[in-house]
């Protein structure tokens, strides 16, 4: 097969970047991917089986040429498969890589290659099988179990992708790149709920580099996620002597004080990072909710419809406009948000009792009857006893 470019090697960083993931979405996950680029300008010195291995009876001189032929082919293909990169034509170029790895089928770093392009094109289950392809090639190499851990997350096979991150660190448990793979297992984590095992990530992180902010705002989203709302406002305090311009520490900081019903100290944190050029979602969101809290509702609506500016399918911020369109007395427009999100979730119990709430302040009773009526129905199949109750009442009431 041919022998590795000599260029740049494969140093993907698949790893999830927790920038991202403070920002109101589920998990959004991907840092900077480096792709292999075959250099086009490199000989690969070719161990492609010859034809005289292969059968001794053919003439040598012949199976030397058809060797060359195939090595000749072979950076051929490179060549162009890196112009194609190069122009953003990923899937001509993946096209061109599969018919470099029909000459050489033990090319680790080709598989790599196209597992990073298909990723790059949210491939991912065409992603893990190349990955996977580049690891029974070199099973060693933790970068491939990076980029495998990276397209099972966005698959959602979570526990897969946990698995090849725990391998990666197993390779080089004391590396610096081990770092990125236990932040990538730090945020499969969270997603699980398993806030221990975050711990013992951040720990072992912390005994690695000290300064790691992102491990930070990892044990940050721990403490948050499983409401240990002192020992955050103690950790992330800290933390943030460090990392003074880290905002997602001062969110989770923010959040913290305003679960504890703190609205002052919610309100120091948060206050100075408002900026309406700075599209962080679950800052407005969380501001809406002390604005709320505090009875402001005209300013929990303008801060509402900020965070929607900043991801106009956030369902908590669509809720949250239609509330304080009740609480301001408009329920026309309520009824128009929650009529939405009944055509965006039609099996959501709540968005049903919601709009119903908004046609009874509006007058149109009929209307009101009509979606309570769903509501409960739906409480029923889905066996929220508490949830038919309260909406049969209002049924009653009617």
Do not use: C
Not at 24 to 53: C, D, H, K, W, Y
Not at 189 to 209: A, C, F, K, P, S
Not at 337 to 345: I, P, S, Y
């Amino acid at each position: 097969m041919p022998s590795r470019p000599s260029g740049r090697s494969f140093t993907t960083s698949f790893s999830m970047n927790l920038r991202y993931l403070w920002s109101g979405r589920q998990i959004l996950m991907g840092g900077s991917l480096i792709p292999l680029l075959f250099s086009a300008t490199v000989l690969a010195q070719s161990s492609i089986p010859t034809e005289f291995n292969r059968h001794p009876n053919v003439n040598p001189l012949l199976a030397q040429r058809s060797a060359a032929d195939d090595r000749r082919q072979f950076n051929e293909l490179l060549r162009q498969g890196k112009a194609y990169v190069d122009n953003g034509n990923f899937p001509q170029a993946i096209a061109i890589y599969q018919q470099a790895a029909m000459l050489d089928g033990e090319n680790a770093e080709l598989f790599g290659s196209m597992g990073y392009l298909y990723a790059r094109q949210g491939q991912f289950a065409e992603a893990s099988q190349s990955f996977q392809q580049a690891l029974r090639v070199n099973p060693n190499n933790p970068e491939y179990y990076d980029g495998l851990g990276f397209s099972y997350a966005r698959q959602g096979l979570l526990n897969e992708a946990a698995s090849a991150y725990a391998t990666a660190i197993s390779l080089g448990p004391n590396s610096p790149q081990s770092v990125k793979y236990r932040l990538a297992l730090g945020v499969i984590m969270l997603q699980q709920g398993d806030y221990n095992r975050v711990r013992q990530l951040y720990n072992e992180i912390h005994r690695l580099q000290s300064d790691n902010e992102e491990a930070a705002v990892m044990m940050g989203a721990a403490l948050l996620q499983s409401n240990e709302y002192e020992q955050l406002i103690t950790f992330n305090n800290q933390a943030l002597r460090l990392f003074p311009n880290r905002s997602e520490l001062n969110l989770q900081l923010g959040k913290a004080y305003l679960a504890q019903g703190d609205l002052v100290a919610a309100r120091r944190v948060l206050e100075p990072r408002l900026n309406p050029d700075w599209r962080s979602f679950s800052l407005y969101l969380t501001w809406a909710e002390l604005l709320e809290q505090e009875g402001n509702f005209a300013g929990a609506l303008d801060a509402y419809k900020q965070a929607l500016r900043n991801e106009p399918t956030a369902i908590a911020a669509k809720i949250g406009t239609g509330r304080m369109y009740l609480e301001l007395d408009n329920p026309a427009e309520a009824v128009w948000v929650f009529r939405d999100l009944t055509r965006l979730q039609p099996t959501n119990a709540d968005f049903h009792y919601l709009l119903g709430e908004a046609y009874l302040v509006d007058g149109k009773t009929d209307l009101a009857k009509k979606s309570f009526g769903e509501a409960e129905k739906l409480y029923q199949t889905q066996g929220n006893i508490p949830g038919r109750d309260r909406t049969q009442e209002k049924l009653d009431n009617l």
